[in-house]
Nanobody, 123 residues
Framework: QVQLVESGGGLVQAGGSLSLSCSAS????????MGWFRQPPGKEREFVAA????????YYTDSVKGRFTISRDDAKNTVSLQMNSLKPEDTAVYYC????????????????WGQGTQVTVSS
């Protein structure tokens, strides 16, 4: 079992930055791929970024490449999402997720989820 708790959301102006953090509990954190998803208002949850269990590979949806960076610290059981050059279309509830396998862009294939944190980007 892995429990996930996100933090770091908030309100920011377009062009600004935010850093999200996800704290995980459970002794097998280092064996999980970790990911960030988001759910914009009135839309379905979508893949944003993921990092493999070793931290050696990262993956991003096209719309955030070059602006967002995912990283993990297994010593602290945390995964972070640094978001720069934010745009109003980045406004969403952001969710942390864990998977006992390779990463996937499909929501249904992730095993554990946090409760989400709101990110609002004003224009």
């Amino acid at each position: 079992q892995v429990q996930l708790v996100e933090s770091g959301g908030g309100l920011v102006q377009a062009g600004g930055s935010l850093s999200l953090s996800c704290s995980a509990s459970g002794s097998t954190f280092s064996r999980h791929a970790m990911g960030w998803f988001r759910q914009p208002p009135g839309k379905e949850r979508e893949f944003v970024a993921a990092i493999n269990w070793s931290g050696s590979s990262t993956y991003y949806t096209d719309s955030v490449k070059g602006r967002f960076t995912i990283s993990r610290d297994d010593a602290k059981n945390t995964v972070s999402l640094q978001m720069n050059s934010l745009k109003p279309e980045d406004t969403a509830v952001y969710y942390c997720a864990a998977r006992q396998s390779a990463y996937s862009i499909l929501v249904r294939q992730w095993d554990y989820w946090g409760q989400g944190t709101q990110v609002t980007v004003s224009s």
